[in-house]
Structures are given as structure tokens and as C-alpha cells.
């Protein structure tokens, strides 16, 4: 922090003195429906839904469960981080993570972790996530319920708002309760930690202000039962921002602020804080902890534009980021800012972003709309072949493609070129950007499993007593005819791996090598196929795993796992279900006894009806009858003795 930051010890020293909160009249806190001037965001282990259970004690993997959800776009993409229990990493573990198809970097020194997720990854995460994406589920039930069904046991789950940053601890607690129920505002110490964007900032002005100094506010709002006495504030602004700025800090007056700051804005502090440039702990002053109180503290000081104003819970760490000002604009403000873009803006941002990802056979694009919101008025996405147009809904573009389709050129080393072009429309005018970029192609085996011979439509589930197709792929520009499959698995819980393939070999019964496509640009592949059986009243798996290693012939090794889940479609004869024969007996006994039953129900209706009806009638009426009675009375009774001689 350079000199010109230090104006701090004049000012503190002359705040002296409580403010009138009648100075805060006219100046109403809305939300901040623009852009918001600050990026705020703070630690917490309190998640808005959440739960423990021991119920993953004694299976074959622990399992945590974390659901994202936005109120609007993350500025940055999820960053999540793994770490091993006690016992390192000898114990399998799986992550499902959903978060909408947000960008994500998950890394962990564990490589036995199993990450189930719909995030798009991004190239700096150290796991990669296997084919299988976790399903699509419309409710935390049913996500808990899959999860249960899939794995036996959940020992963590956690609902997540806006998160930043999330740290995932492994391990369990055979304390735990039995099951997994979901609470509101949980305590997810010790196994997460997370660091949440607040997107509830408020901000008012004065409405005869006349001076653009502005001031942001932070609140703490503490539970009586917190223990947090110490926070460590992460502030940042724009170097060319303008020193008409005043950060108002309030928190019980037992808090200690260690402030890392790179700005020059002045500060108001309750409690007592710390500088990197100063080596004493610095006392705060006083100051109001209302609404009111804070914005009259902040006029009084001659700050009459509110810039941010935000509560939130008590925290160790919160991270504020300052954006750059000229003047600072308020909600009371109609007046449109124009900007400029720079000619370059539209590579900038997509360069920054990489939405391009590649496997050894397709090329898929996914952008989150609001991360084109600095180039504005994109209406349409295409590759270099136009015909290739991103679909598009409220949120993102997408686009999925062969690497042989859409011009995209495999010409350079472990890279696919193409070019997307932005269609962007402005006052009527269209015209079109086009940004060149170079996709990699992982070096490493993929897996993919078919339920057809045509290899068209993989998918992720192993049906039992049914042929499955497996394709092994991967591009080596080198020397691809020295790549060689090695060998391939199939591993399942409680039952002895069964080995499928071997030196390009078919093993074991059922298990046949097909014919792959040709080589094309450095990429190999082979398929075979194999039906999985299992005894008849064997045990019967969640998920099995495809294993399959290849290399050079100097060794050198690729291995890819594939985990599938197991479909067992119809067991001749279920420990848990009723066999064919069973089910075929009650249908047909069902049958017999429905077809007695009409039988028995026809005769008694055949032979009661006559009896009734040969019941003797007088044939002589009352003479206080009237004749038209007399011939109602002789018409109903003639109508179905016609008819019994009829019959």
C-alpha cells in the first residue's frame, strides 16, 4: 500500500462524537439492481440446507453430496478443493456436485476420488470427471433418494447459495445420525468450509447531495451465541480509483479487524483493527449498529452517496473488491452511462473464459450469457461453419460437434482450431467478431459404452444378461499404430473382477473384439463387446467399473475407469421378486378365478329373474283406480312377460 493510503490515524482522531439519525431522512437503501459497485464475499460453515448421517459407515465408499444454486451468475468460476481425512486417501470417497453446468475448478490430492457432477470443468482442475453425470433430478428428495439408491449411504449433504470457494474435508463419524435429514441454516463444521458471494447490497443518496464522496458500509451481524471475535478483511480497488471514498466498518466492540488493503479510501472502524504498515493494534470508535444510524455517521462526515451498504453474518474472513469510479452512480440516477468497447473487448473475454473443451472426438462449447454482458447485443454463436449454431436458452450457449464437422481443422499437434463468430446487433446493424482459438485434446483413453453395435448414442448404464459395446479411443499424434489396448476389466463390489480383454484378446466367456474405424489424424480405437452375467441369486451391484489400460510398447501407460450403473432389467429368478413361474401362475389363476366368478354370477342372475316374475298379479283394480292407472299398471307388467316368452 503506497503512501498516499495512510491518511487514516488525522482521520480517526477527529471522528469524534455520535451522530444525529435524523441526518439519514431522505436517503432510502434499495437493492442495487445495476451493476453493484463492490464484489463481496465472506466465509461460513452455515449452509442454508443441510445434514450428517453414519449411513456410508461400512459400505464401499463415503459420499458427499453438495447442490448449488444461483441468484445470478458467478463473476468467477467454482472453485472446490478436497482434502483427505485422517486416514489420507485410503478410502474411496464420492463427490456429487451439482451447480446448473457452472464453470469449475475441483482439485484434490486424492486420485481414488470419484466426482460425479454437471459442472463444466475447467482445464486447471485436477480431476476429471468420469462420462457419468449425476441425473436430473427436480428435488432434493429424489437427489438424496439416487444417492442412497447408488451408493448405500450419505455421509454429507449441503445445500449452497452463490458459493465462492468450497472446502470439502473427507471422513466420517460413526457418531453421525443414522440418516441424513435435511435442516435449515446447518452447521456443516468440521467437513465444510465455504466462502459465498452476498448479492444483497443496498445503496441510497441524499436528495439534495451535491458532493460525490462515497461511502460503503459493512454490518456484521452477530449471533449471541458466535464466538467470532477476529476477521480478516481481503480489500482491493481499482488502482486509478478515485480517494473521495470512505469504507465504514461496524462489528461488536470486542472485534479485531486484520486488514490486508490495496486502496486509497479511507476507514471507519468499530473495535479495533491492524495494518500491514502498522505494527500496534489500532482502537477503533463507536459507532451506531442500525441502519439509520451508519448513514448518519457517514453524512456526517460528509460522505452523501451510499454507495454499498451490506449485512451480513459475522465472519473470519471477507474478501471486498472496490470497482473503479469516477462518480459513483445511484439508484436515483437516469441518465444511461455509455461505454465505448474496445475493439478487442469481444477476444479479451472469450480468450478469458475458454468455454471450448475437447475429448479425442468432439468439441463442445458452453457459455454463461451473463459473462457476455461486457460485449452486449450477442444474439448468435456459430463456428467457422455457420451451419454449426449454438443452441440458447435463458442463461447459456451451447454447442456440441464431431472434431470432423464444423471446419474445425486437427492440423497442429494436440489441437483443434476453429474460429467462433458473434453475431452482434446494434441499432439495426448486424455484423459479426470472430475469435480463432485452439482447443486441446486430453492425451489419455476414453472410454465409451454402447447399448447398440452402430456406437452412436453411449450411454452409462450395463444392463444384465444383455450385450454391451465398449469403445476405447485415443489420439496419440506420434506414433498411433504403436498404441496398443492392453488390457480391460470389469470391477464390481463383492464379486471377483472379470477380466475382458487382454493383449487385444478376447477372455472369458461371452467377450468378442470387433473391428474399429480406421486411424484418422493420430487417433486409435478399439471396441469389442460382452454380456454381463450374474449367477442366479447372486449378489447384484449399484455401479460396476470399466477399467482399461493402453500404452506404447515401451510401456508407457494410459488408464482410463469408466463407473456404469448396473440395470437389471428382469431376474429370471429374484431373491427379492417373484420368479417368471410364480408370476405366470397368479396371472393365469387370477384368470380362472375371474372367469367362475362371471359364471357363477350369470347362472344365479339367469335362474332368479323368471321367479320373480311369475309372481301372481291381480287382475282386478280397486274401483277407486282410474283407467289410466289400470293401463300403466297393465303395461309394465305385460312388457316383460312378452318378453320371457320371447326368449
Same mark, same amino acid.
Given at each position: 500500500?503506497?503512501?498516499?493510503?495512510?491518511?487514516?490515524?488525522?482521520?480517526?482522531?477527529?471522528?469524534?462524537?455520535?451522530?444525529?439519525?435524523?441526518?439519514?431522512?431522505?436517503?432510502?437503501?434499495?437493492?442495487?439492481?445495476?451493476?453493484?459497485?463492490?464484489?463481496?464475499?465472506?466465509?461460513?460453515?452455515?449452509?442454508?440446507?443441510?445434514?450428517?448421517?453414519?449411513?456410508?459407515?461400512?459400505?464401499?465408499?463415503?459420499?458427499?453430496?453438495?447442490?448449488?444454486?444461483?441468484?445470478? @451468475?458467478?463473476?468467477?468460476?467454482?472453485?472446490?478443493?478436497?482434502?483427505?481425512?485422517?486416514?489420507?486417501?485410503?478410502? +474411496?470417497?464420492?463427490?456429487?456436485?451439482?451447480?446448473?453446468?457452472?464453470?469449475?475448478?475441483?482439485?484434490?490430492?486424492?486420485?481414488?476420488? /470419484?466426482?460425479?457432477?454437471?459442472?463444466?470443468?475447467?482445464?486447471?482442475?485436477?480431476?476429471?470427471?468420469?462420462?457419468?453425470?449425476?441425473?436430473?433430478?427436480?428435488?432434493?428428495?429424489?437427489?438424496?433418494?439416487?444417492?442412497?439408491?447408488?451408493?448405500?449411504?450419505?455421509?454429507?449433504?449441503?445445500?449452497?447459495?452463490?458459493?465462492?470457494?468450497?472446502?470439502?474435508?473427507?471422513?466420517?463419524?460413526?457418531?453421525?445420525?443414522?440418516?441424513?435429514? +435435511?435442516?435449515?441454516?446447518?452447521?456443516?463444521?468440521?467437513?465444510?468450509?465455504?466462502?459465498?458471494?452476498?448479492?444483497?447490497?443496498?445503496?441510497?443518496?441524499?436528495?439534495?447531495?451535491?458532493?460525490?464522496?462515497?461511502?460503503?458500509?459493512?454490518?456484521?451481524?452477530?449471533?449471541?451465541?458466535?464466538?467470532?471475535?477476529?476477521?480478516?478483511?481481503?480489500?482491493?480497488?481499482?488502482?486509478?480509483?478515485?480517494?473521495?471514498?470512505?469504507?465504514?466498518?461496524?462489528?461488536?466492540?470486542?472485534?479485531?479487524?486484520?486488514?490486508?488493503?490495496?486502496?486509497?479510501?479511507?476507514?471507519?472502524?468499530?473495535?479495533?483493527?491492524?495494518?500491514?504498515?502498522?505494527?500496534?493494534?489500532?482502537?477503533?470508535?463507536?459507532?451506531?449498529?442500525?441502519?439509520?444510524?451508519?448513514?448518519?455517521?457517514?453524512?456526517?462526515?460528509?460522505?452523501?452517496?451510499?454507495?454499498?451498504?451490506?449485512?451480513?453474518?459475522?465472519?473470519?474472513?471477507?474478501?471486498?473488491?472496490?470497482?473503479?469510479? %469516477?462518480?459513483?452512480?445511484?439508484?436515483? !440516477?437516469?441518465?444511461?452511462?455509455?461505454?465505448?468497447?474496445?475493439?478487442?473487448?469481444?477476444?479479451?473475454?472469450?480468450?478469458?473464459?475458454?468455454?471450448?473443451?475437447?475429448?479425442?472426438?468432439?468439441?463442445?462449447?458452453?457459455?454463461?450469457?451473463?459473462?457476455?454482458?461486457? /460485449?452486449?447485443?450477442?444474439?448468435? /454463436?456459430?463456428?467457422?461453419?455457420?451451419?454449426?449454431?449454438?443452441?440458447?436458452?435463458?442463461?447459456?450457449?451451447?454447442?456440441?460437434?464431431?472434431?470432423?464437422?464444423?471446419?474445425?481443422?486437427?492440423?497442429?499437434?494436440?489441437?483443434?482450431?476453429?474460429?467462433?463468430?458473434?453475431?452482434?446487433?446494434?441499432?439495426?446493424?448486424?455484423?459479426?467478431?470472430?475469435?480463432?482459438?485452439?482447443?486441446?485434446?486430453?492425451?489419455?483413453?476414453?472410454?465409451?459404452?454402447?447399448?447398440?453395435?452402430?456406437?452412436?448414442?453411449?450411454?452409462?448404464?450395463?444392463?444384465?444378461?444383455?450385450?454391451?459395446?465398449?469403445?476405447?479411443?485415443?489420439?496419440?499424434?506420434?506414433?498411433?499404430?504403436?498404441?496398443?489396448?492392453?488390457?480391460?476389466?470389469?470391477?464390481?463390489?463383492?464379486?471377483?473382477?472379470?477380466?475382458?480383454?487382454?493383449?487385444?484378446?478376447?477372455?472369458? @466367456?461371452?467377450?468378442?473384439?470387433?473391428?474399429?474405424?480406421? !486411424?484418422?489424424?493420430?487417433?486409435?480405437?478399439?471396441?469389442?463387446?460382452?454380456?454381463?452375467?450374474?449367477?442366479?441369486? %447372486?449378489?447384484?451391484?449399484?455401479?460396476?467399473?470399466?477399467?482399461?489400460?493402453?500404452?506404447?510398447?515401451?510401456?508407457?501407460?494410459?488408464?482410463?475407469?469408466?463407473?456404469?450403473?448396473?440395470?437389471?432389467?428382469?431376474?429370471?429368478?429374484?431373491?427379492?421378486?417373484?420368479?417368471?413361474?410364480?408370476?405366470?401362475?397368479?396371472?393365469?389363476?387370477?384368470?380362472?378365478?375371474?372367469?367362475?366368478?362371471?359364471?357363477?354370477?350369470?347362472?344365479?342372475?339367469?335362474?332368479?329373474?323368471?321367479?320373480?316374475?311369475?309372481?301372481?298379479?291381480?287382475?282386478?283394480?280397486?274401483?277407486?283406480?282410474?283407467?289410466?292407472?289400470?293401463?300403466?299398471?297393465?303395461?309394465?307388467?305385460?312388457?316383460?312377460?312378452?318378453?320371457?316368452?320371447?326368449?
Amino acid at each position: 500500500m503506497g503512501p498516499r493510503s495512510v491518511p487514516l490515524l488525522p482521520l480517526l482522531l477527529a471522528l469524534l462524537g455520535r451522530p444525529d439519525p435524523g441526518r439519514a431522512e431522505g436517503c432510502d437503501l434499495q437493492p442495487v439492481t445495476a451493476e453493484p459497485p463492490i464484489t463481496l464475499s465472506y466465509a461460513t460453515s452455515t449452509v442454508p440446507r443441510g445434514c450428517v448421517s453414519n449411513s456410508s459407515v461400512g459400505t464401499d465408499h463415503e459420499v458427499h453430496v453438495l447442490s448449488v444454486k444461483w441468484s445470478k @451468475a458467478s463473476p468467477v468460476p467454482l472453485t472446490v478443493t478436497v482434502t483427505p481425512g485422517a486416514g489420507a486417501c485410503s478410502r +474411496p470417497a464420492v463427490l456429487i456436485l451439482l451447480c446448473s453446468r457452472c464453470p469449475a475448478r475441483i482439485t484434490s490430492p486424492c486420485s481414488n476420488l /470419484i466426482l460425479r457432477t454437471d459442472a463444466h470443468l475447467i482445464p486447471e482442475s485436477t480431476i476429471r470427471a468420469p462420462n457419468l453425470e449425476p441425473p436430473i433430478v427436480s428435488s432434493e428428495e429424489q437427489l438424496l433418494a439416487w444417492a442412497l439408491a447408488a451408493y448405500g449411504g450419505i455421509t454429507s449433504y449441503s445445500e449452497l447459495q452463490d458459493p465462492r470457494r468450497l472446502q470439502l474435508h473427507l471422513g466420517e463419524d460413526a457418531h453421525s445420525p443414522p440418516e441424513c435429514v +435435511p435442516q435449515e441454516n446447518f452447521n456443516a463444521i468440521p467437513h465444510l468450509e465455504a466462502e459465498v458471494f452476498f448479492h444483497g447490497v443496498k445503496s441510497c443518496s441524499r436528495s439534495d447531495a451535491q458532493s460525490t464522496r462515497a461511502a460503503h458500509i459493512i454490518h456484521l451481524q452477530s449471533e449471541p451465541s458466535s464466538s467470532i471475535t477476529r476477521v480478516n478483511l481481503s480489500l482491493s480497488c481499482s488502482p486509478n480509483s478515485a480517494g473521495n471514498q470512505i469504507l465504514i466498518l461496524q462489528s461488536k466492540a470486542n472485534f479485531t479487524w486484520f486488514l490486508s488493503a490495496e486502496c486509497n479510501i479511507q476507514l471507519l472502524v468499530s473495535g479495533s483493527y491492524k495494518m500491514p504498515l502498522f505494527s500496534m493494534l489500532i482502537p477503533g470508535n463507536p459507532l451506531p449498529d442500525t441502519e439509520q444510524g451508519l448513514i448518519a455517521e457517514a453524512f456526517e462526515k460528509n460522505y452523501s452517496v451510499i454507495a454499498s451498504y451490506s449485512a451480513i453474518p459475522a465472519s473470519t474472513h471477507i474478501s471486498l473488491q472496490i470497482h473503479e469510479h %469516477g462518480m459513483v452512480e445511484t439508484p436515483m !440516477s437516469t441518465t444511461p452511462m455509455v461505454i465505448t468497447q474496445p475493439p478487442d473487448l469481444p477476444h479479451q473475454v472469450l480468450r478469458t473464459l475458454k468455454p471450448w473443451k475437447c475429448t479425442d472426438e468432439t468439441m463442445e462449447i458452453v457459455i454463461i450469457r451473463s459473462y457476455l454482458e461486457p /460485449i452486449k447485443d450477442v444474439v448468435n /454463436i456459430t463456428l467457422r461453419d455457420i451451419r454449426c449454431q449454438a443452441e440458447k436458452n435463458a442463461t447459456h450457449f451451447m454447442l456440441k460437434s464431431p472434431l470432423s464437422h464444423c471446419g474445425t481443422s486437427l492440423e497442429g499437434r494436440g489441437y483443434a482450431n476453429n474460429e467462433l463468430i458473434l453475431s452482434l446487433a446494434k441499432d439495426a446493424v448486424l455484423r459479426s467478431v470472430r475469435v480463432g482459438f485452439q482447443c486441446e485434446i486430453p492425451r489419455e483413453l476414453f472410454l465409451r459404452l454402447f447399448p447398440t453395435a452402430d456406437f452412436k448414442a453411449p450411454q452409462t448404464e450395463l444392463e444384465i444378461n444383455k450385450e454391451a459395446f465398449v469403445q476405447a479411443s485415443m489420439r496419440w499424434m506420434d506414433h498411433p499404430a504403436d498404441l496398443q489396448l492392453k488390457e480391460c476389466w470389469l470391477v464390481a463390489s463383492e464379486r471377483e473382477p472379470v477380466l475382458l480383454v487382454q493383449g487385444g484378446q478376447a477372455r472369458g @466367456a461371452g467377450v468378442a473384439v470387433l473391428d474399429g474405424p480406421p !486411424s484418422s489424424h493420430g487417433r486409435k480405437v478399439w471396441r469389442f463387446r460382452f454380456t454381463y452375467s450374474v449367477p442366479e441369486g %447372486g449378489h447384484i451391484p449399484f455401479s460396476a467399473f470399466l477399467r482399461c489400460k493402453a500404452g506404447l510398447q515401451n510401456d508407457t501407460i494410459f488408464e482410463k475407469v469408466l463407473e456404469v450403473r448396473v440395470k437389471d432389467a428382469w431376474r429370471p429368478l429374484n431373491y427379492r421378486g417373484l420368479g417368471l413361474g410364480a408370476v405366470l401362475g397368479i396371472t393365469f389363476g387370477a384368470f380362472l378365478i375371474g372367469a367362475l366368478l362371471t359364471a357363477v354370477l350369470w347362472y344365479i342372475y339367469s335362474h332368479t329373474r323368471p321367479i320373480s316374475k311369475l309372481q301372481p298379479v291381480s287382475s282386478t283394480a280397486p274401483a277407486s283406480e282410474s283407467s289410466s292407472t289400470n293401463h300403466s299398471i297393465g303395461s309394465t307388467q305385460s312388457t316383460p312377460c312378452s318378453t320371457s316368452s320371447m326368449a
